[in-house]
C-alpha cells in the first residue's frame, strides 16, 4: 500500500483507485461462482464470503447465503439428540467451513460427511438451503424418521448415503426428484411398501436398497435403469424378474436380488447382461430350468443360485465361463450336472441337489417327490449370444402389446 500524501485531490484518487479495484474483484470472482471477497476482509467468518451465488446485490450478498448456511446447520444441530462422540462441539461459530464434516470448496458447503458418528436425530428440512451442496453421507448413525420432502431442492446433491440408521415410512420419493443425484443408499433401515416404477427410470449409477422391509413385485421396468449396481437383496419382494430385465442394453455389473420371496424363473434376457460380474439371485423360490443365455455372461465371476428350487442339469457352458471364480447352486433340485461342470470343484458348491454320484445331496425321496414345479422355462429354440438380443426384443414385444395396461 503507498504511504498516506497530504491534499485532497491525492486522498479522492486513491478513494477512486480502491472502489476500483473492488469492483474488479467483485466482477471477477463473483459471477457464476458463488464465491466473492467482500469489504469485510474475506476472511471466513467474519462476513466477507458468501454462500451461494447470484440475486443479492451489494454488501448483503456476502452475509446473507453465508448466515442461511449457519441457520441451516443450527436447526439441524438443534434436531440431533446424541452425540457420543462430541462430533457437533465443532459446530459454534460463523465459520461453517470449520465445522468436522462439513467441507467447502471455496466458501460454499459441497459436501458433509458424518459417517460412523453415531448421531441420533432427525434430518431437517432446513438442510436443502444447502444449494452447492455435492455429497451428503451419513451412513452408520441414529438418525430416524422420514426424509424432508425438501431435498428435492438440492440440486446440486449427487450423493446421497443414508444407509445404517432408522428411517422409516415407504420409499422416499423425494429422492427420485433430486435432479442431479447419481448414487442412493438406503440399505439398513426400516423403509417398507412398493418401489416406484420413476426409480428405475431416473439416471442412476448405483441404487442400494438392500436390508429393508420393501415388498409387493419389483417394477417392471427394472431393465430400463442405468446403474451399474443394483442391490434389493434382504427385503419381502415377491413375484417374478421382470422379463424385461436386461432387454435394454444394460451395463450393469451387479445385481442382487438374494433372500427375497421371488418365485418364476430367471428370464432369458439376463444373458444380456454382456458386462455383469455378480449375480446373485439366493435364497428366494424360483423354479424351472436354468436359462441357456446365462452361458452369455462372459464376465461374470459371482453367480449364486443357491437356495431355491431349480431342476434340471446344471448346463454345460455355464461352468465354462471364461471369468467364473465362484458357482453356488447348492440346495436346489438339479438332477445332473455336465462334464465340464464334474471337472471343476474349487469355488463351484453343487451339494443339497439330486446328482447321482456326487456327495452331499438331497435324501432320495426329496428328489424322487420333486416335479420341478411344474413350471416349464424352456424355449422351443434355444438363442445363440449372437442373436439374444434381436429374439428376446421380439418376444418382449409381442408380451408386452398383449399385455392389459396396469
Known sequence: MAKKKKGSDFNLLCLLLFLTSLIQTDASFGVGGGVGVGIGGGVVGGGGVWIGGGGVNGGDRNTVPATVAYNALQAWKAAITEDPSGVLKTWVGSDV????????????????????????????????????????????????????????????????????????????????????????????????????????????DAIFLNNNQFEGEIPRNLGNSPASVINLANNKFSGEIPTSFGLTG?????????????????????????????????????????????????????????????????????????????????????????????????????????????NSQRPGNDCSGYSGGALSCYRSAPLTCGGISVGLKEKFSRFTSSSPPP
Open 97 to 204: 467451513c470449520s465445522y468436522k464434516g462439513v467441507f467447502c470448496s471455496g466458501q460454499s458447503i459441497t459436501a458433509i460427511d458424518l459417517n460412523h458418528a453415531n448421531l441420533r436425530g432427525t434430518l431437517v428440512k432446513d438442510l436443502a438451503y444447502l444449494s452447492d451442496l455435492n455429497i451428503l453421507h451419513l451412513n452408520s448413525n441414529r438418525f430416524y424418521g422420514q426424509v424432508p420432502e425438501s431435498f428435492k431442492d438440492l440440486d446440486s446433491l449427487q450423493e446421497l448415503d443414508l444407509s445404517n440408521n432408522r428411517l422409516s415410512g415407504p420409499f422416499p420419493l423425494v429422492t427420485i426428484y433430486i435432479p442431479n443425484l447419481v448414487y442412493l443408499d438406503l440399505r439398513f433401515n426400516s423403509f417398507s411398501g412398493f418401489l416406484p416404477e420413476a426409480l428405475f427410470d431416473k439416471r442412476l
Open 250 to 358: 444394460s451395463r450393469v455389473r451387479e445385481v442382487l436380488l438374494l433372500n427375497n420371496q421371488l418365485t418364476g424363473c430367471i428370464p432369458e434376457s439376463v444373458g444380456m447382461f454382456s458386462e455383469i460380474e455378480v449375480f446373485d439371485v439366493s435364497y428366494n423360490s424360483l423354479m424351472g430350468h436354468v436359462p441357456d443365455t446365462i452361458s452369455c455372461l462372459s464376465e461374470i465371476e459371482i453367480l449364486n443360485l443357491a437356495h431355491n428350487r431349480f431342476s434340471g442339469e446344471v448346463p454345460d457352458l455355464v461352468c465354462s465361463l471364461r471369468s467364473l471364480i465362484n458357482l453356488t447352486v447348492s440346495f436346489n433340485f438339479f438332477s445332473g450336472i455336465s462334464s465340464e461342470c464334474s471337472r471343476v470343484s474349487f469355488g463351484f458348491d453343487f451339494s443339497g441337489n439330486c446328482i447321482p454320484g456326487r
